[in-house]
């Protein structure tokens, strides 16, 4: 019998032919242990184990009704490409401490019982030859089952089990995860791993909205990256966490469906999902591929021109100091509880990616991106951090038809190359509340910028600080949007009640802070540096009493060129500061510029 390639056993004995075949049948590839009605061994003696065929490709255990344990001898068989563990419905949990095969390509385990016919080949029982109603009424006990690390795995079938709590699928080559079709039936399922799962692209979730409900997803679809779970703080509250880290932004749709059809809410879900590499969208392709062109066309000139202007001396820089007024407050720390970040490539939003960035996430980071795509153009009412860097063809962040920040509190933005402005004009609502609790204003090195907010509305509430350096091209940091407010009904004045500080920072043709009067009745800091266009302040109104005047540090040229009346003058403010530029002695070296 050494050229035995098959062998089925369905029976009484099953498990006692098994034991006595020990150290035969070297060449045996298929194996079937059918219904059993006596307990297997293995149970009580992991060590005689059949798994010493190191040649075998199918196990198929169905109906072995009382095996308590995979044995862990499962993992010497190296060659393994298919179990079935259909009706196995005393197995406690599917783990194997050395692991399942890495080969392993088909995975079964339904509640409902065994097939009626097996297949002589690699593959899993059809959908006619699965019972169509459970065996027992009793059902699975089977509570946890990972195929971690079984790289080759495409197909599974998972039903009914009632008990199910945890599936891992980390490593695995699926490409798309159906709850339709491969996972049914799961009423119990709390958690879903798929680290490594680099052939993912879509999980296409049950219709039924009582399904299951999950508790935990982590999805990481980086390929050769180890498989380190994320931290998961057990003390929260909320109904759902998502840790995700994708290449394709398609698969962001799944995460959207997730949300929508089991949890309507937002505070009811933790997110933290990392955008990484090429997205793909449903919008035209070579639209944006015109814009870039557009971008493209002025040549290596503007490149030139706007890395000087955004870079300017700053090997020198580095030696020497910035001046006080150039210390650029850092970033953001602390993601917030619903975090989305897109960083490297050239991205083009994918639609699903925009539904949850708008409708869930309260944080967003955007780098290191190289397309001219912006922002989604939908409602924005729950973000409140905004943070976007070194995306060199970002022409707007948010385009006209984009409103409703009503929690935006933080936007901070650095090294924007051709950026125009942050958010376009256009209609508006003019109750909307954009920008009611926006705090702090905070932009670095966008050499193209033209403005950054249009005003439609008569106040900024909670903005508090106003922080904007090397920005070459700055001519007004809020305009008014007149399309939105034309004739008697335009807007004459801005009210800022909370604005303390002000830092301005090498923007030489800046004319005005905000194109119509500004009125910031608690400034108390302003520190203008390189604004040699600069000609009016905010109207501070003259104090009395205990209230101190706002302290100004600003070259003596510009102070003298600012226009004053009764609402700007220059008692209104303490005599100004002038020139504490050079703090540090300049190197010993030549810093001398030239060009061709």
Same mark, same amino acid.
């Given at each position: 019998?050494?050229? &035995?390639?098959e062998?089925?056993?369905?029976?009484?004995?099953?498990?006692?032919?098994?034991?006595?075949?020990?150290g035969?049948l070297p060449?045996?590839?298929?194996l079937?242990?059918?219904?059993p009605?006596?307990?297997?061994?293995?149970?009580?003696?992991?060590?005689?184990?059949?798994?010493?065929k190191?040649?075998?490709?199918?196990?198929?255990?169905?109906?072995?009704?009382?095996m308590?344990?995979v044995?862990?001898?499962?993992?010497?068989?190296?060659?393994?490409q298919?179990?079935?563990?259909?009706?196995?419905?005393? &197995?406690?949990?599917v783990?194997?401490?050395?692991?399942?095969p890495r080969l392993?390509?088909?995975?079964?385990?339904?509640?409902?019982?065994?097939?009626s016919c097996? %297949?002589? @080949?690699?593959?899993l029982?059809?959908?006619?030859?699965?019972?169509? =109603?459970? @065996?027992?009424k009793?059902?699975?006990?089977?509570? +946890?089952?990972?195929?971690?690390?079984?790289?080759?795995l495409?197909?599974?079938?998972?039903? $009914?089990?009632?008990?199910?709590?945890?599936?891992?699928?980390?490593g695995?080559a699926i490409?798309?995860?159906?709850?339709? =079709?491969?996972?049914?039936?799961?009423?119990?399922? +709390?958690?879903?791993?798929?680290?490594?799962?680099?052939?993912?692209? %879509?999980?296409?979730?049950?219709?039924?909205?009582d399904?299951?409900k999950l508790? &935990?997803?982590?999805?990481?679809?980086?390929?050769?990256? $180890?498989r380190s779970?994320?931290?998961?703080?057990?003390?929260?509250?909320?109904?759902?966490?998502?840790?995700?880290?994708?290449?394709?932004?398609?698969?962001?749709?799944?995460?959207?469906?997730?949300?929508c059809?089991?949890?309507?809410?937002?505070?009811?879900?933790?997110l933290?999902?990392?955008?990484?590499s %090429?997205?793909?969208?449903?919008?035209?392709?070579?639209?944006v591929?015109e814009?870039?062109?557009k971008?493209?066309m002025?040549?290596d000139?503007?490149s030139?021109?706007?890395?000087v202007?955004?870079?300017?001396?700053?090997?020198?820089?580095?030696?020497?100091?910035?001046a006080?007024? %150039?210390?650029?407050?850092?970033?953001?720390?602390?993601?917030?509880?619903?975090?989305?970040?897109?960083?490297?490539?050239?991205?083009v939003?994918d639609?699903g990616l925009?539904? /949850?960035m708008?409708?869930?996430?309260d944080?967003?980071?955007?780098?290191?991106?190289?397309?001219?795509?912006?922002?989604?153009? /939908?409602?924005?009412?729950?973000?409140?951090?905004?943070? /976007?860097?070194?995306?060199?063809?970002?022409?707007? !962040?948010?385009?006209?038809?984009?409103?409703?920040f009503?929690k935006?509190?933080?936007?901070?933005?650095?090294?924007?190359?051709t950026t125009?402005?942050?958010?376009?004009?256009g209609?508006?609502?003019?109750?909307? $509340?954009?920008?009611?609790?926006?705090?702090?204003?905070?932009?670095?090195?966008?050499?193209?910028?033209?403005?950054?907010?249009?005003?439609?509305?008569?106040?900024?509430?909670?903005?508090e600080?106003l922080?904007i350096?090397?920005?070459?091209?700055?001519?007004?940091?809020?305009?008014?949007d007149?399309?939105w407010?034309?004739?008697?009904?335009?807007?004459?004045?801005?009210?800022?009640?909370r604005?303390?500080?002000?830092?301005?920072?090498?923007?030489?043709?800046?004319?005005?802070?905000?194109?119509?009067?500004?009125?910031?009745?608690?400034l108390?800091?302003?520190k203008?540096r390189?604004?040699?266009?600069?000609?009016?302040?905010?109207?501070?109104?003259?104090?009395s $009493?205990?209230?101190?005047?706002?302290?100004?540090?600003?070259?003596?040229d510009v102070?003298g060129?600012?226009?004053?009346?009764?609402e700007? !003058?220059?008692?209104?403010?303490?005599?100004p500061?002038?020139?504490?530029?050079y703090? +540090?002695k300049?190197?010993?070296?030549?810093?001398?510029r030239?060009?061709?």
């Amino acid at each position: 019998m050494d050229n &035995l390639v098959e062998l089925s056993m369905e029976g009484v004995w099953c498990w006692q032919y098994i034991s006595c075949l020990q150290g035969r049948l070297p060449n045996l590839q298929r194996l079937r242990i059918i219904k059993p009605t006596r307990g297997p061994d293995i149970s009580t003696d992991p060590s005689n184990s059949f798994m010493d065929k190191a040649k075998l490709e199918i196990l198929d255990l169905s109906g072995n009704s009382e095996m308590n344990i995979v044995p862990n001898s499962l993992s010497k068989a190296s060659r393994l490409q298919v179990l079935i563990l259909d009706g196995c419905n005393e &197995l406690k949990d599917v783990v194997v401490p050395d692991g399942l095969p890495r080969l392993l390509k088909s995975f079964s385990f339904d509640g409902y019982g065994s097939a009626s016919c097996r %297949a002589p @080949t690699v593959e899993l029982p059809s959908k006619q030859e699965r019972p169509s =109603t459970p @065996t027992t009424k009793e059902g699975a006990s089977i509570s +946890k089952i990972s195929l971690e690390g079984c790289s080759q795995l495409e197909n599974l079938f998972v039903r $009914g089990l009632a008990n199910l709590v945890e599936l891992d699928l980390s490593g695995a080559a699926i490409k798309t995860l159906n709850f339709n =079709t491969m996972v049914l039936e799961v009423p119990m399922l +709390k958690r879903l791993f798929l680290l490594g799962c680099e052939h993912l692209r %879509a999980i296409i979730w049950s219709s039924l909205t009582d399904s299951f409900k999950l508790e &935990l997803l982590c999805i990481d679809t980086r390929a050769e990256t $180890g498989r380190s779970r994320p931290c998961i703080d057990r003390n929260n509250s909320f109904q759902l966490e998502v840790h995700a880290i994708v290449v394709d932004a398609r698969l962001a749709r799944s995460v959207w469906q997730l949300l929508c059809n089991h949890y309507a809410a937002a505070e009811n879900v933790y997110l933290n999902i990392h955008v990484t590499s %090429a997205v793909y969208s449903e919008l035209s392709q070579s639209k944006v591929k015109e814009k870039e062109k557009k971008i493209d066309m002025y040549g290596d000139q503007v490149s030139l021109l706007q890395l000087v202007q955004a870079d300017r001396y700053s090997d020198v820089q580095s030696m020497v100091g910035d001046a006080p007024a %150039a210390a650029f407050p850092k970033p953001p720390a602390n993601n917030l509880d619903r975090h989305i970040e897109i960083t490297k490539g050239s991205h083009v939003l994918d639609s699903g990616l925009g539904y /949850v960035m708008t409708r869930f996430a309260d944080s967003l980071h955007v780098h290191d991106v190289s397309t001219s795509a912006s922002l989604p153009t /939908v409602l924005w009412r729950l973000l409140r951090q905004c943070r /976007v860097e070194r995306c060199p063809k970002l022409g707007e !962040a948010f385009p006209s038809e984009t409103f409703e920040f009503l929690k935006l509190e933080t936007f901070w933005a650095s090294d924007l190359l051709t950026t125009r402005w942050i958010c376009s004009k256009g209609y508006r609502d003019f109750n909307d $509340g954009s920008f009611g609790k926006l705090q702090h204003l905070r932009l670095r090195s966008c050499p193209s910028l033209q403005f950054v907010l249009p005003v439609w509305f008569r106040s900024f509430p909670s903005l508090e600080t106003l922080h904007i350096i090397h920005c070459g091209d700055l001519r007004h940091i809020f305009v008014l949007d007149k399309r939105w407010c034309p004739g008697e009904t335009s807007i004459q004045v801005v009210a800022f009640p909370r604005l303390t500080t002000i830092h301005l920072h090498d923007l030489p043709v800046l004319q005005q802070i905000c194109e119509v009067k500004m009125v910031a009745p608690k400034l108390n800091t302003i520190k203008i540096r390189g604004c040699w266009g600069l000609r009016r302040l905010p109207v501070v109104g003259a104090r009395s $009493g205990d209230m101190k005047k706002p302290t100004v540090e600003i070259e003596k040229d510009v102070w003298g060129a600012l226009d004053w009346d009764e609402e700007v !003058a220059p008692g209104h403010f303490e005599a100004p500061l002038h020139s504490r530029y050079y703090k +540090k002695k300049l190197p010993r070296v030549s810093v001398l510029r030239y060009s061709l």
